[in-house]
């Protein structure tokens, strides 16, 4: 948990942080070993979850192996969107970082404290976009962001 101050904006506290995985820290079915080390960092510091509708099948494996917890959806009266957002409210919103890249992220990136959205090699949708607070290229940079307290109050100052 982490409490900070920012500039103009006030005070925030981020206790979790919720990844998607397909297309934000996974790409065609892997991730890079170097987000492994970054993971332990991150979790020192946060509370950490996947939510994934499980796609590749690997959800349970990829969070043993960065020691983190998971959501699996597979809602059937709602959409993958409502059933993100609907763990999001879970976990508590105002508390929350959600990092995402598709269609079924979109509604967890704009009800979040902040919603980071990750342009990677799988792509980003421009509903997701429009629903970020914040925009990278890498998972690795978002952890290495989310680990520096100076590069958080100084990209969300005002």
Known sequence: MKKLYIPNCGEILIRNILFDVNGTIQFSGSISKDLIPKFQKIKEIYDVYLISADTRGNLEELANQLQVKYIRINPKEISESQAKNYQLDK???????????????????????LGILIIGNEGATRESLFNSDLVFTNPIDV???????????????K
Do not use: C, H, P
């Open 91 to 113: 976990l508590g919103k105002n508390e929350t970082i959600a990092v995402g890249n598709g269609n079924n992220d979109s509604l967890m990136l704009k009800n979040a404290l």
């Open 143 to 157: 952890l290495d962001f989310l680990i520096d307290e100076k590069a958080i109050i100084g990209t969300l100052r």
